[in-house]
């Protein structure tokens, strides 16, 4: 979807500035109006200009500096950007505000006063307590110990039982944090590479991996980083293994624990966002229609805080997981045909965040955007979106790898290509076999699709028929519905037995699940 034109880090920099940064950077290196400083607004500015990074045109633009200087004045420049960028958001940050304080309190010390270091380190040791800060107290209780052990202070009785208590504490707090915390992020890794689980070895492995991990009495937790960790490996090992309601269990006590600490939000902002996207997820996979509405509703509100649009990472973070979120609606809905109305606004915002976005996210919107496509029957349409996916050598989510290939197959027969279908047939069966990816449901799809070519149109309907009845035993079986979370499979095929648009189908079944929700109320 978009070229790699952001490859130098001082480029990358220099984009990501807004216009009060910028004019900030102007007067923080005005004030030194070095030789040197002089050239580096000559190369900051002649960097915003260009639209991609081209050392050729910059330097062409820059007669004063020789190729030579310039790799010293780019690093000068960055550095210089960083320190006027520290001074702009010191006061922003409640980590930056800490750090300035452990630095107040670390100047004072080596001057001497004691007692007045000791006051400002009573302060951050408060605020650290208060927003569940226990690396900044590990600072904290260091420079305390320092003072007591080299300095008679009398500043309080009984201060080093005091301190070797809570730095015990601290220190088993951030074990258990560590801990947590690597299990959550080997599992999400887990994910991200694999998808969910394709067979009991899958699943016997990450079920293993997840209780060995696991600290013991780990469920009694009382601290906030500990029980999100502990959450959020719950909830990956729930999503892994597809067992969506305990997915939904933990991702709600994710969300409810930022609710119990709302001061929280400010300083694990990325963790909330991320939270919610979750919490839609398991709604989306669950089919809460009510419930995925609502929250959906609350995030896009989120969405339009200051708390969500004032740093470009929370905003694009925000962005993507609203329009998942919007396109999974849809499927949901089977409006297809009012989903693809989103497509032109997301392919722009893609686009004026191509900066910040990695290739996992390219890579489930080209895939979201080609189902899309094939619920509204543009078929051909839906191809191209699916060719950049397999044609895009990354190893990532082999699951949507082999999906998207399906899809294609899946495309290229609604168009009547069986030219090349049997071609296609192998091709994917082989690739989804070498990915260790082949379900029941797969094997019988592509077996249907390669008897189909045989059959004439009398013939089909019935064929279609036995297929749709044989795969909808595997409905609620967990590892041969694991094609069911990426392609609605059987949909496709009742919109084939009924002569109906997959649309249409999804939506009945959406009016008959409300239907039976307001029987049973």
């Known amino acids: 979807m978009m070229a790699n034109r952001f490859t130098d880090t001082l480029f990358q920099l220099i984009r990501s500035l807004e216009k009060s940064e910028k004019r900030n950077f102007k007067l923080y290196i005005k004030r030194s109006s070095s030789k040197e400083d002089l050239k580096i607004i000559q190369l900051f500015d002649a960097l915003d200009k260009l639209n991609e990074y081209d050392e050729k045109a910059l330097l062409k633009k ?70 569940n800060q226990d690396s900044f107290l590990i600072h904290v209780i260091s420079l ?34 560590v ?5 959550a992020l080997q599992l999400y890794s887990w994910y991200i590479k694999n998808g969910h689980a394709r067979n009991e070895e899958d699943e016997k492995g990450v079920k293993e991996f997840f209780h060995i991990s696991l600290p013991p009495n780990a469920y009694h937790v009382k601290g906030f980083y500990e029980r999100l960790y502990l ?44 939270g919610i996207h979750n919490l839609l997820n398991a709604h989306f996979d669950l089919r809460n229609y009510e419930t995925f509405a609502e929250t959906l509703k609350h995030f896009e509100e989120f969405g339009e805080t200051t708390l969500a649009t004032h740093y470009d990472n929370f905003r694009v973070q925000t962005f993507i997981y609203i329009y998942q979120a919007k396109i999974n609606q849809h499927f949901m809905l089977g409006t297809f045909s009012e989903g693809l109305k989103l497509v032109p606004e997301l392919e722009a915002k893609l686009e004026e ?20 496509y094939f619920g509204s029957g543009d078929y051909e349409t839906c191809i191209d979106y699916l060719q950049k996916i397999i044609n895009d050598n990354v190893d990532l989510r082999n699951d949507l790898q082999c999906y998207a290939r399906l899809l294609h197959l899946m495309a290229h027969y609604e168009l009547g290509n069986f030219e090349i279908i049997e071609y296609l047939i192998k091709s994917v069966f082989r690739f989804m076999a070498k990915m260790q990816n082949l379900t029941v449901i797969e094997e019988e799809m592509f077996k249907f699709l390669r008897n189909s070519f045989k059959m004439t149109t009398r013939q089909l309907k019935p064929e279609l028929e036995k297929f749709l009845q044989k795969i909808k035993k595997f409905e609620k079986s967990r590892f041969e519905t694991r094609a069911f979370a990426y392609l609605d499979v059987i949909s496709w095929l009742e919109s084939k037995v009924n002569q109906k648009t997959m649309g249409e189908i999804i939506q009945a079944k959406y009016k008959a699940s409300k239907r039976s929700k307001q029987k049973a109320a």
């Not at 080299?150 to 730095?167: F, G, K, Y």
């Not at 801990?179 to 299990?183: A, D, E, I, M, P």
């Not at 965040?353 to 899309?372: C, G, S, T, W």
């Open 353 to 372: 965040y191509a900066l910040f976005l990695d290739r996992h996210r390219i890579l489930v919107f080209n895939y979201k955007i080609a189902m899309l």
């Open 144 to 177: 305390e110990k320092k003072i007591e052990t080299l300095h008679i202070t009398r500043s309080m009785q009984d201060r080093a039982d005091r301190l070797t208590a809570e730095s015990l504490e601290v220190h088993e707090r951030r074990r258990v944090i």
């Open 231 to 274: 959450f959020q490996s719950y909830c990956w090992y729930a999503f892994i293994r597809q067992d969506f309601l305990m997915y939904y269990r933990y991702t709600q006590k994710w969300v409810d624990l930022f609710i119990a600490h709302p001061q929280m939000m400010n300083i694990e902002t990325g963790h909330y966002i991320k």
């Open 62 to 131: 820059l007669p004063s500096i020789e190729k030579p200087q310039l790799a010293n004045l780019k690093t000068h420049l960055y550095k210089q950007l960083l320190a006027s960028l520290r001074l702009l958001k010191s006061n922003e940050n409640i980590d930056m505000q800490m750090n300035d304080q452990l630095d107040y309190a670390r100047i004072l010390y080596n001057k001497g006063l004691y007692l007045q270091s000791l006051k400002i380190l009573d302060k951050v040791k408060e605020q650290a307590h208060f927003y």
């Open 179 to 183: 801990q947590l915390s690597n299990l």
